[in-house]
């Protein structure tokens, strides 16, 4: 399960400074996997061996004067709703604002776990002067500067402490570790359609098992010769009066998602095509590993001209590349069509992220490929692989024994993945390629 702490504050207190801090010791990791969009406003933080995400809820404003209070407010409400803590930053050049009363009066009713951030403290001089926010009215107060880190290491190990620890399941459940399938997709793309076309009337069948996390209900879903959860995200409380369509809600909703499932669903709506949003979360189930099936809905609402389905196929698969290797189902949760294929190329996915391929038939097949397409030479030097076995642990993840490991570039990785898909099914699962010295 994993923890999520939002930043939330009022603009220019230095919100994506922290951010990037917080991020910046993984950024080279998360931009590692190629194709993944920079999104800056969302990223891993890994600190004394504890990794949890961070949310940047400065880059969802409109920034126009009439809706921007109301906008604030929203952020901070979805925020307290759906993070497992709240990182509230203030500015000591400014003392405490309006705004920032506000905020904290929304969050002391909430009763949430928050740290209060004072930013810019740049000198130990400037240390009695961030007393004051101590008025706000909540605990937890530190001190930093987020421009040069002063103070940032404090705050983790505190926070790292604080954060809510995993849930262990009990024996009952240990036994049963049934992979677990999300649906996710921006507001009315139909996930809740979806979920209950598959569940059918027969409810009795399911049992919903309250999730380990306060908001998530997984369903189990047993029938037709499927064994598997699904975690279902939507609307199960009720919900902060936010506006249902806020970008920054669905994506929190989709992190959430994400982050508790093995194989995710991506539902795009077919009479709006793949747009920048849906890369946006597509890019997270890359970046976090997960399996991936995309489902195009409401395709009974298209108009069909000839190969309709295999221009918008081509449009989807351009915007995901390099990575395009992943099942692609064209569905309707009103008729009914193809919604069981979804659940069919799930589980195959699901299976596809447990492959174990033997090294001697990983040799036998990679090691010709690259005598005929070796490397490219590095500094006048010949890069020569020696073995490649994969590592446990998913999703697949194969490790290359050569020479000058540092000289094999994104390119070359990229053929040897191509030439891994072409031979064994690893649909809708991103793998991992590391080189390592012999």
Not at 286 to 312: C, Q, S
């Amino acid at each position: 399960m994993g923890n999520i702490a939002a930043i939330i504050g009022r603009p220019n207190v230095g919100k994506s400074t922290l951010f990037n801090r917080l991020v910046g010791s993984r950024t080279a990791i998360v931009d590692e996997i190629s194709g993944v969009t920079r999104d800056r406003l969302y990223g891993k933080c890994e600190w004394n061996g504890v990794t949890f995400s961070v949310v940047d809820t400065g880059g969802y404003a409109t920034n126009s004067d009439d809706d921007f209070e109301e906008d604030i407010r929203n952020q901070v409400l979805i925020a307290i709703e759906e993070a497992d803590i709240l990182l509230f930053m203030v500015d000591v050049t400014t003392g405490i604002t309006d705004y920032d009363e506000a905020v904290a009066n929304i969050i002391r009713k909430s009763g949430k776990k928050t740290f209060v951030i004072v930013n810019k403290v740049d000198n130990n001089l400037q240390i009695p002067e961030a007393a004051q926010f101590y008025a706000l009215g909540l605990d937890n107060l530190f001190t930093v500067s987020s421009i040069n880190g002063a103070g940032t290491g404090d705050l983790l190990d505190e926070l790292v402490a604080q954060l809510p620890k995993k849930v262990l399941l009990n024996e009952d459940e240990q036994e049963e570790q049934l992979p677990r399938f999300a649906i996710v997709g921006r507001p009315n793309v139909g996930k809740s359609s979806i979920i209950n076309a598959f569940m059918g009337e027969e409810r009795n069948i399911v049992t919903p098992i309250p999730g380990t996390t306060r908001d998530s209900i997984d369903t189990r879903y047993n029938k037709f010769g499927h064994n598997f959860y699904l975690v279902d995200t939507a609307g199960i409380r009720k919900k902060a009066k936010v506006h249902e369509d806020l970008e920054f809600y669905s994506v929190m909703r989709a992190i959430k998602a994400i982050e508790n499932s093995d194989v995710v669903v991506l539902m795009i709506d077919a009479t709006r095509g793949m747009e920048s949003q849906d890369q946006k979360i597509f890019g997270l189930i890359e970046k976090n590993r997960k399996g991936v099936v995309v489902v195009v809905n409401k395709w009974d609402l298209v108009e069909k001209e000839k190969n309709t389905i295999k221009t918008f196929e081509s449009e989807i698969r351009k915007k995901t590349a390099p990575y395009v290797d992943y099942p692609l189902i064209f569905s309707s949760a009103i008729t009914k069509q193809r919604i069981f294929k979804i659940l069919e190329e799930a589980v195959k996915v699901e299976q596809n992220r447990n492959i174990k391929i033997t090294t001697s038939q990983l040799n036998n097949y990679m090691l010709p490929i690259i005598e005929n397409t070796p490397p490219p030479a590095a500094k006048g030097k010949y890069i020569k692989v020696k073995y490649i076995t994969q590592l446990p642990g998913k999703p697949p993840s194969f490790a290359f024994f050569c020479n000058l490991p540092q000289y094999i570039k994104e390119p070359y990785k990229r053929f040897l993945e191509n030439k891994l898909r072409e031979k064994w099914d690893l649909s809708g699962v991103p793998i991992n390629i590391f080189m390592r010295k012999k």
